[in-house]
């Protein structure tokens, strides 16, 4: 199956800060999505991004999927933006999305 | 509201006593999954259905059972839980084919004692 790479694996940055986090895959994909996992355990739906760029507010990602990567960024960081971000991508011969073992952030204000 | 709900959201329970995890979404997907999340371990994929009646098993089906008797439903059954099937449980939906977007549920946290 497809393997999934995030990076890096933890980061912490003050309030106001931005920041870029990276995930890299293996194989050929048909999506891409990024979530955000909350303290509460919830997943949230950022993006879905096969390819190209999306902008949300303060938040954008790109994918190239030629080169197997996507990129997530975060402007002007929140202490609400805390939690951990995965990337999952679903590979072109599956059903099931793979996600990487996320990245921890924590906002400090 | 486009959804997926799922029910309960927290349950502790002890071994060997069958339950029932439901899992409902409103957007008349064919394709319905339920993934279970484990510290160092991630997401991973216990079963999947892509229409009614058509179910297969994901990565990590032992333990569990499903039926898709409805297109808007997917309930996860535990036959005789055990300790190690305790977890934070996701069903996610989508329209079938060529890659579309999934959306997921609040997670089920389910603890056996």
């Known amino acids: 199956g497809i393997q999934v790479e995030q990076s890096p694996p933890d980061l912490i940055l003050q309030e106001g800060a931005n920041s870029t986090l990276r995930c890299n895959f293996s194989?050929?994909?048909?999506?891409l999505q990024w979530f955000h996992q909350n303290p509460w355990g919830q997943l949230i739906n950022l993006f879905y991004?096969?390819?190209g760029t999306k902008q949300n507010g303060r938040l954008s990602a790109t994918t190239v999927a030629t080169e197997r990567y996507s990129l997530l960024y975060i402007s002007s960081s929140q202490t609400t933006d805390s939690g951990v971000y995965f990337c999952?991508?679903?590979?072109?011969?599956?059903?099931?999305?793979?996600f990487g073992e996320g990245t921890q952030l924590t906002v400090n204000p | 509201e486009a959804q997926v709900t799922q029910n309960p959201r927290y349950l502790i329970t002890v071994t060997g006593k069958k339950l029932t995890v439901t899992c409902s979404q409103n957007?008349?997907?064919?394709?319905m999954s339920w993934y279970r999340q484990d510290p160092g371990l991630g997401l991973r994929q216990i079963y999947y259905?892509?229409?009614?009646?058509v179910t297969d098993k994901g990565d990590v089906p032992e333990g569990y059972k499903v039926s898709r008797k409805e297109k808007r439903n997917f309930p996860l059954i535990l036959e005789s839980p055990s300790p190690n099937q305790t977890s934070l449980y996701f069903c996610?939906?989508?329209?079938w084919g060529g890659g579309y977007e999934q959306y997921f549920g609040p997670g089920t946290r389910l603890t056996v004692t």
């Open positions: 996610a939906s989508s329209t």
């Open positions: 194989d050929s994909v048909n999506n």
């Open positions: 991004i096969p390819s």
């Open positions: 999952a991508p679903l590979e072109t011969s599956g059903s099931r999305l793979t």
């Open positions: 957007m008349n997907h064919e394709y």
């Open positions: 259905s892509m229409n009614v009646e």
